[in-house]
């Protein structure tokens, strides 16, 4: 079964502090991985798409990997602000399929 | 350029009433999906649509419908509403899943007593 899974539920970090959050997936035959960001109460907001033929994108504090060998992904948030606090989720289009499959994302918390 | 918009934006429903959730796009795009998210869950698939005239189920699809009858709008009907509907619904909308983004809608929030 195709899946995608995030670890861990929920994470507290000190302001200033690099932090990544990681998903994983069950199939390396993707199309791609996409990370958004849900802040309580709201929808959901894209912050990265990348594509199974590259193995990152950076848009400005954040930067998103990609290795289908190992079946991961990562997103990296330097120098946390409180403003980064939310729930974080990435969603993969696995090949042959026009859906998208969402982890249950990471709630993170940075402390000013 | 409005993006996805679902109305309403909450409701409470009687059990074994019936609604519809509504949600258009203005982005011309294809492909469009329906969403539940229960409480510290992420997005189950309840339908989605490849085309105007094409649906199809996802992971949850009982007690729900769906039409496509144009690009643009992509309702979703609850029949017999049940307390286990008792979600936030989200609707979006891709030009192709395969290369490019997926874009939300604000959600609608619905309780049924």
């Known amino acids: 079964k195709q899946e995608v899974t995030q670890i861990p539920a929920a994470l507290s970090v000190p302001e200033g502090e690099n932090l990544v959050l990681n998903c994983s997936f069950t199939d390396s035959a993707i199309y791609n991985l996409q990370w958004f960001r849900q802040d309580p109460g709201k929808g959901l907001t894209s912050l990265l798409l990348i594509q199974s033929s590259q193995r990152e994108q950076t848009s400005g504090r954040l930067n998103a990997s990609l290795d289908k060998s190992s079946g991961r992904s990562t997103l990296y948030i330097a120098a946390s602000q409180p403003g980064d606090s939310a729930t974080y989720l990435c969603a993969a289009v696995f090949s042959g399929t026009y859906k998208y499959i969402f982890g249950t994302g990471t709630r993170l918390k940075v402390l000013a | 350029n409005a993006g996805v918009t679902q109305t309403p934006k909450f409701r409470i429903l009687k059990i074994g009433q019936s609604m519809t959730l509504q949600c258009t796009q203005d982005?011309?795009?294809?492909?469009m999906y329906w969403y539940r998210q229960d409480p510290g869950m992420g997005l189950k698939l309840i339908y989605y649509s490849v085309g105007a005239g094409i649906t199809d189920k996802g992971e949850v699809p009982n007690g729900y419908n769906v039409s496509r009858s144009t690009t643009e709008d992509f309702p979703l009907r609850l029949e017999l509403a049940a307390p286990s509907q008792t979600s936030v619904y989200f609707c979006?909308?891709?030009?192709?899943?395969?290369?490019?983004?997926?874009?939300f809608g604000p959600g609608t929030r619905l309780t049924v007593l």
């Open positions: 982005m011309n795009h294809n492909y």
């Open positions: 979006a909308s891709s030009s192709a899943p395969d290369r490019n983004e997926q874009f």
